[in-house]
């Protein structure tokens, strides 16, 4: 079955280390999103990419960084600079084409520092 | 200012009663398209419906209704039956304009829990 695959589905960072949060999609669409959601704040745009190896800041970029170079694969990496990484991260992709059904989204991964 | 307002935190309603969730968007552009995804407690975004602007007619899928008001820019989610499963975290959405690849912005959610 095609879908999004993110993992892990738990995470924990010691202060100062940097993580790497997978997703891969094998739903052949163009555009993948990052989302950070934290209670009560909704869903929040970290990065999106429209095509391989081109992405956008989103609403809170600082303290991340995302490669894009194949169009399965959009890595999330969460930085020693982001002060507050706990939070729940959803990643998300769609098809530009077709039924609009907006996202598909992956079952997330809950980010913890320890 | 923020694009997209849900302003009921948590909602508890009988089990086989309607419900409505709120919604309003604020965005200039003629073109976009307004969603509505269930959370689960597991975390998983579910799709709900979709409405785009120049759609006419409210749209619907099974026991889910958008009421879509656009000189209100209003667009409240209606489920009716309502059962236990459906208790969840709700949230509206919006894409502006017309390029189905473009960002898609959230409102913070209703938290709805159904009784029985």
């Known amino acids: 079955d095609g879908g999004i695959t993110q993992s892990p589905k738990y995470l924990f960072r010691k202060e100062g280390q940097n993580v790497t949060l997978s997703c891969e999609q094998n739903?052949?669409?163009?555009?993948m999103y990052w989302y950070r959601q934290d209670p009560g704040q909704g869903l929040r745009l970290i990065y999106y990419?429209?095509?391989?190896?081109?992405?956008q800041k989103g609403d809170i970029a600082e303290g991340y960084s995302v490669s894009r170079e194949k169009k399965e694969s959009f890595p999330l990496t969460v930085t020693s600079a982001q002060k507050n990484p706990t939070a729940f991260y959803l990643c998300?992709?769609?098809?530009?084409?077709?039924?609009?059904?907006?996202?598909?989204f992956g079952s997330g991964t809950r980010l913890t520092v320890v | 200012a923020q694009k997209i307002t849900q302003t009921q935190p948590g909602m508890f309603v009988q089990e086989k009663e309607a419900v409505t969730l709120d919604c309003t968007y604020d965005?200039?552009?003629?073109?976009?398209?307004l969603f509505w995804y269930k959370q689960p407690s597991s975390g998983e975004m579910i799709f709900l419906i979709y409405?785009?602007?120049?759609?006419?007619q409210n749209a619907t899928e099974g026991r889910y209704s958008l009421n879509f008001q656009k000189a209100r820019k209003s667009a409240n989610l209606v489920i009716s039956a309502s059962q236990l499963g459906d208790s969840a975290m709700y949230f509206c959405?919006?894409?502006?304009?017309?390029?189905?690849?473009?960002?898609?912005?959230f409102g913070k959610g209703t938290r709805l829990h159904i009784l029985p």
């Open positions: 739903l052949n669409h163009d555009a």
């Open positions: 965005t200039s552009d003629q073109s976009y398209g």
């Open positions: 990419s429209q095509i391989v190896n081109d992405f």
């Open positions: 998300a992709s769609s098809m530009g084409t077709g039924g609009d059904y907006g996202y598909t």
């Open positions: 959405a919006m894409r502006e304009g017309i390029n189905r690849d473009d960002k898609i912005i």
């Open positions: 409405q785009g602007s120049y759609d006419e």
